[in-house]
C-alpha cells in the first residue's frame, strides 16, 4: 500500500472533518455491485448527470500491486478546482474518492445473498473562517447529493443485473482488456480466493 498511502497523503486529511453517514440497500449480490463499480463504460448510458461532469469515453482502471484499483477519467470542465481528485477501490469491498474539498468513504457489505448495504462516510475540508466553511459544508452537501443521485442510478442497473444472473441462463464471455481490466482483477482476486474451498467454480 506504500504508493497508495503517498497518494493519500497528497491531500490535507488533518483538515478533513466527517459531517455525514448514510446506508443504502441494493437488492443484488455485493459482487455483482463490486463488478459495477470496477469499470466506467456503463457511466454513458446510467449515468447521464456524471457523464456531463467527467470524459467518460476516457476512463481509466489502473490495478495496482493485486490489491486495489485506482479510476481516472478526466474533467469536462478544465477550469473546475476539483481536478486534483483520487478515486480508488481497495480489494474486496471499499471504495475511497478523495478530493481537495472533500472526501467519502463506501463500504460494500453483503448481508445476504442478493442483499448487500453501501455504508458511505462523508468528509469535508475545515477552516477557521465561519463564512467560508458555510460555504465549503453547502457544496460538500450538494456533492454528496449527486453522489446518491449516481448510487441511485447504480442501484437499478445492478438490481436488473442481479435479476437476469438469478435468471440462470446468463453465460459467461470475454471481458474487454481495456474496459473490464478492473472486472478482471476483481474477478480474479474472486477464483483465487476460493481456490482451495469445496465451492465449484465454472
Same mark, same amino acid.
Given at each position: *500500500?506504500?504508493?497508495?498511502?503517498?497518494?493519500?497523503?497528497? *491531500?490535507?486529511?488533518?483538515? /478533513?472533518?466527517? *459531517?455525514?453517514?448514510?446506508?443504502?440497500?441494493? %437488492?443484488? #449480490?455485493?459482487? +455483482?455491485?463490486?463488478?459495477?463499480?470496477?469499470?466506467?463504460?456503463?457511466?454513458?448510458?446510467?449515468?447521464?448527470?456524471? %457523464?456531463? +461532469?467527467?470524459?467518460?469515453?476516457?476512463?481509466?482502471?489502473? %490495478?495496482?500491486?493485486?490489491?486495489?484499483? !485506482?479510476?481516472?477519467? @478526466?474533467?469536462? %470542465?478544465?477550469? &473546475?478546482?476539483?481536478?486534483? $481528485?483520487?478515486? !480508488?477501490?481497495?480489494?474486496?469491498?471499499?471504495?475511497?474518492?478523495?478530493?481537495?474539498? =472533500?472526501? &467519502?468513504?463506501?463500504?460494500?457489505? @453483503?448481508? =445476504?445473498?442478493?442483499?448487500?448495504?453501501?455504508? /458511505?462516510? $462523508? $468528509? !469535508?475540508?475545515? +477552516?477557521?473562517?465561519?463564512?467560508?466553511?458555510?460555504?465549503?459544508?453547502?457544496?460538500?452537501?450538494?456533492?454528496?447529493?449527486?453522489?446518491?443521485?449516481? +448510487?441511485?442510478?447504480?442501484?437499478?442497473?445492478?438490481?436488473? !443485473?442481479? #435479476?437476469?444472473?438469478?435468471? =440462470?441462463? /446468463?453465460?459467461? =464471455? /470475454?471481458?474487454? @482488456?481495456?474496459?473490464?481490466?478492473?472486472?478482471?482483477? *476483481?474477478?480474479?482476486?474472486?477464483? #483465487?480466493?476460493?481456490?482451495?474451498?469445496?465451492?465449484?467454480?465454472?
Amino acid at each position: *500500500f506504500s504508493d497508495l498511502l503517498n497518494d493519500i497523503l497528497a *491531500f490535507p486529511l488533518n483538515e /478533513y472533518r466527517h *459531517f455525514e453517514s448514510q446506508c443504502h440497500l441494493i %437488492n443484488c #449480490n455485493w459482487k +455483482t455491485y463490486a463488478e459495477n463499480y470496477q469499470e466506467g463504460y456503463h457511466i454513458q448510458s446510467i449515468h447521464p448527470l456524471l %457523464n456531463k +461532469t467527467i470524459q467518460s469515453k476516457q476512463y481509466l482502471v489502473t %490495478n495496482k500491486n493485486n490489491i486495489y484499483s !485506482v479510476h481516472y477519467a @478526466p474533467s469536462r %470542465n478544465h477550469e &473546475s478546482g476539483q481536478e486534483k $481528485f483520487l478515486w !480508488v477501490f481497495i480489494y474486496p469491498n471499499l471504495a475511497i474518492n478523495l478530493y481537495e474539498q =472533500g472526501y &467519502s468513504i463506501e463500504h460494500i457489505l @453483503p448481508i =445476504g445473498k442478493d442483499r448487500t448495504i453501501l455504508s /458511505y462516510d $462523508f $468528509f !469535508v475540508r475545515s +477552516t477557521d473562517d465561519e463564512s467560508q466553511m458555510s460555504d465549503r459544508m453547502a457544496e460538500a452537501k450538494e456533492a454528496m447529493i449527486r453522489t446518491l443521485e449516481v +448510487t441511485n442510478e447504480d442501484k437499478m442497473i445492478c438490481e436488473q !443485473v442481479q #435479476n437476469n444472473l438469478d435468471a =440462470g441462463i /446468463y453465460k459467461p =464471455g /470475454y471481458l474487454s @482488456p481495456s474496459m473490464e481490466n478492473g472486472v478482471q482483477f *476483481f474477478q480474479n482476486r474472486i477464483r #483465487n480466493e476460493l481456490k482451495h474451498t469445496n465451492l465449484q467454480l465454472e
